[in-house]
C-alpha cells in the first residue's frame, strides 16, 4: 500500500516521500498514525544523519522514517500477535528498544517504521520487548506526549539518594526535598513540572530557572505558584537566572543555603551544567537530561563536592515501558496535563522544514497530525487566521476555553474539520 512519510536521506536531508510499503509479514502489524510531537532528538538525528548513534549507516539507500513520539490506529495484525491486537485498537509505544545491544529506534533506524508518516510497519522487536501499548484514552496527542513525558518520569526515578556508611542507594528524587529544574521553562521542563507537582513522592519545594523572559510568563502563568502552594502545598518559584548578579549564591540562598537535593538539567550548555553543580546540596543528584550533538561537550564540575559532600552526577536518556504507562495512567485520571508542553500544531507537510528549523522556533512541543495538510501554526495564531477561515477561530474558541492549551476536544474538531489525506 501507499504511505507517505517524511524521511531521513542523509544528514540535512529530510524529505516528504510517496513511496509503497510492504505487505506485513506474520510478526508484524499495520498501524495508521494519527499524531506524532516532534522532538529535539529527531532533530539532532537530522543534522547529524549517520554521524547519529541511531542511525543505519545504508540510510541513503534505506532512508528512515523520522519522529517517534506517535499513536494512531492498529489497521491489520499479523498471525503471531492477533490474540492481543486488532484491527481498530489505537496504540502507543515506547521507542527505546534497546532490542540485542542496539540503539535502534523508530524515528532514527527503520525504513518502514517512524512517527511522521500516514502507515507505517511496526516490526516484531516491539512486540517481543513489550514495548506496543494498546491505548485507551480519548486524545491521541496525549498518548504521543506520554513518551516525552515517560523521559522525565524515567529522569526522577533513576535519581538516586545515599545515607553515610550504607552502601544502597535509595531510588527517586528525595521526599520533601527541594528540586531545580534548569533551563526549565521549555516543553520538556514543563512536563517534568507537572510531573513534579502530581507524582507521588513530591518535593517540598521547585525552582525552575531560564534565562527567556517570555517561556518562564508562560510557565508562571500555567502553574500559578500561589495556586501550587495552596492545592499542593509545595512553594514553587520561577527565576529568570540572567537577571541575577550571582546566579548560584542567589539560587542556594532560596534553598535557605542547603543547596538541592535534585538538580536536573534540561540545556547541554556548559554554563547551565556549572551552574547545577554549584547548587547541589550535601548527597545532590544532578541528572544531566539534555542530550548534546558535540561527542566532546564537556563542562566543569565541583569534585571537592563529590568527595566531601557526596553529589553526584548522572544522564539518562529515554524512559522505559513502566514509565511510558505511569504517564498514560496519570493522564488518565487527570493527575498531570501533557498538552502544557504543546504551542504548535500542523500537519505531515510542514514537518520536515519544522524539524531542521526546530530550535529556531520559539515555544513547546510542535504536535503534527500526519493525516492533515497545514503549515505549522502557533495556538496563539489560531484565531489570526481565523479571519480566512473560520475553522481556525472555532478551533482558537476551543483552545482558549482550556486555558490557551491544546485539549482532546481541539484535537475531535481538527480531525473532523480539516481535510485528510491517505
Not at 509479514?25 to 543534522?47: F, W
Not at 533513576?158 to 521553562?185: D, N, P, Q, R, S
Not at 542556594?252 to 537535593?261: H, I, K, N, Q
Amino acid at each position: 500500500m501507499k504511505a507517505r512519510a517524511v524521511r531521513l536521506h542523509a544528514a540535512n536531508d529530510l524529505r516528504l516521500d510517496t513511496f509503497e510499503l510492504p505487505e506485513i509479514r506474520d510478526d508484524e502489524i499495520l498501524v495508521k498514525v494519527v499524531s506524532d510531537s516532534i522532538c529535539m532528538s529527531t532533530y539532532k538525528c537530522a543534522i547529524l544523519g549517520t554521524e547519529h548513534k541511531r542511525v543505519h549507516p545504508d540510510v541513503a539507500e534505506h532512508p528512515a522514517i523520522m519522529g517517534h513520539e506517535f499513536a494512531g490506529d492498529i489497521v491489520k495484525v499479523g498471525a503471531k500477535h492477533q490474540d492481543k491486537f486488532k484491527p481498530g485498537m489505537k496504540f502507543t509505544l515506547q521507542p527505546a528498544l534497546n532490542y540485542k545491544g542496539t540503539m535502534w529506534s523508530p524515528g532514527y533506524s527503520y525504513e518502514f517504521f517512524g512517527g511522521d508518516a500516514t502507515y507505517c510497519i511496526i516490526p516484531a522487536e516491539v512486540m517481543e520487548l513489550g514495548c506496543l501499548l494498546e491505548y485507551k484514552g480519548r486524545a491521541y496527542y496525549e498518548a504521543s506526549l506520554a513518551e516525552p513525558m515517560s523521559c522525565s518520569i524515567g529522569a526522577f526515578n533513576a535519581a538516586y539518594h545515599t545515607k553515610m556508611g550504607v552502601y544502597h542507594h535509595e531510588m527517586g528524587i528525595k521526599k520533601g526535598g527541594k528540586l531545580a529544574i534548569m533551563a526549565g521553562a521549555g516543553p520538556m521542563g514543563l512536563g517534568a513540572l507537572t510531573y513534579a507537582l502530581h507524582r507521588d513522592v513530591r518535593p517540598s519545594m521547585v525552582v525552575v530557572t531560564d534565562v527567556n523572559e517570555d517561556r518562564l510568563a508562560r510557565a508562571e502563568a500555567l502553574f500559578p505558584p500561589a495556586e501550587v502552594k495552596k492545592k499542593d502545598g509545595i512553594d514553587l518559584h520561577f527565576v529568570n537566572t540572567g537577571k541575577m548578579e550571582n546566579p548560584a549564591a542567589e539560587l542556594r540562598e532560596m534553598t535557605g543555603g542547603t543547596g538541592f537535593d535534585d538538580v536536573f538539567c534540561y540545556a547541554p550548555v556548559a554554563a547551565v551544567v556549572e551552574l547545577c553543580s554549584a547548587v547541589l546540596g550535601r548527597d545532590g543528584c544532578l541528572n544531566f537530561f539534555a542530550g548534546p550533538t558535540d561527542k566532546q561537550f564537556s563542562a566543569k564540575m565541583n569534585f571537592y563536592d563529590v568527595h566531601y559532600n557526596s553529589t553526584h552526577v548522572m544522564g539518562t536518556t529515554g524512559g522505559n515501558t513502566a514509565d511510558m504507562i505511569e504517564s498514560l495512567e496519570l493522564t488518565a485520571s487527570g493527575r498531570i496535563d501533557p498538552a502544557v508542553m504543546v504551542t504548535h500544531i500542523g500537519g505531515l507537510d510542514a514537518a520536515a522544514e519544522t524539524t531542521l528549523n526546530l530550535p529556531k522556533i520559539p515555544g513547546g512541543k510542535k504536535l503534527i497530525y500526519t493525516h492533515l495538510t497545514m503549515p505549522l501554526t502557533a495556538l496563539t495564531d489560531l484565531r489570526a487566521k481565523g479571519a480566512e477561515d473560520a475553522r481556525f477561530t472555532a478551533l482558537a474558541d476551543i483552545v482558549d476555553a482550556h486555558n490557551g492549551l491544546w485539549c482532546p476536544e481541539a484535537e475531535e474538531y481538527l480531525l473532523a474539520n480539516f481535510q485528510q489525506h491517505d
